[in-house]
């Protein structure tokens, strides 16, 4: 299996700030890359397919980049909506696989 | 406007079979893969497994044998069952395609 090993694990900011996770493929994935978010009690949101793609609706604060083995998920401008655990997840090869997520908080 | 609707029970004992549905409102997603994924109390994301409309199934090796994935087109809904639960099976089991998931159903196996 490909192992997704995100980091940091947590992370504190403050609004306004610009914050930048990293996700790291053990393999060459190319840029079979999607990003989630997920606040607690919720299911997950579709951010990001494609490495770097928006999905509808998804505002132009966030932006992904990478290909291969390592990615990032940034967002420009923190707001308190965006306070949430954010996961990377591959789907170059099976079985799909989730890094272990990145939880943002004040 | 797109919704996932999931159904099916939220309490099992050990051995039984869960099962969950997913019905698909306003669109069919035709050409994409239709996932369940489930999360453990307060742990990450696993992946179980996917079938297309046309009933092409990929699934977790980590759950293969106990898995089995369906799709029923003419309700444009899929469903999932695992057999043989145990209390390692408790988590929260969503259905997903593309943009869209569903509100996640809390299936906890206890004796």
């Known amino acids: 299996d490909i192992q997704m090993t995100q980091s940091p694990s947590s992370l504190s900011a403050s609004v306004g700030d610009r914050v930048t996770i990293t996700c790291r493929a053990s393999?060459?994935?190319?840029?079979?890359l999607a990003w989630f978010q997920q606040k607690p009690g919720k299911a997950p949101k579709s951010l990001i397919y494609?490495?770097?793609s928006l999905r509808n609706g998804v505002p132009s604060k966030f932006s992904g980049s990478g290909s291969g083995t390592d990615f990032t998920l940034t967002i420009s401008s923190l707001q308190p909506e965006d306070f949430a655990t954010y996961y990377c997840q591959q789907y170059n090869t099976y079985p799909l696989t989730f890094g272990g997520g990145t939880k943002v908080e004040i | 406007q797109v919704q996932l609707q999931q159904r099916g029970a939220g309490l099992l004992e050990p051995s039984e079979t869960l099962s969950l549905t997913c019905a698909v409102y306003g669109g069919s997603f035709s050409g994409y893969y239709w996932k369940w994924i489930r999360q453990p109390p307060g742990k990450g994301l696993e992946w179980i497994g996917e079938i297309n409309r046309s009933g092409s199934t990929n699934y977790n090796p980590s759950l293969k044998s106990r898995v089995t994935i369906a799709v029923d087109t003419s309700k444009n809904q899929f469903s999932l069952n695992l057999s043989s639960v145990t209390a390692a099976d408790t988590a929260v089991y969503y259905c997903?395609?593309?943009?869209?998931w569903g509100q996640g159903t809390l299936v906890t196996v206890s004796s």
């Open positions: 494609a490495a770097s």
């Open positions: 393999q060459d994935i190319s840029n079979y």
């Open positions: 997903h395609v593309e943009d869209y």
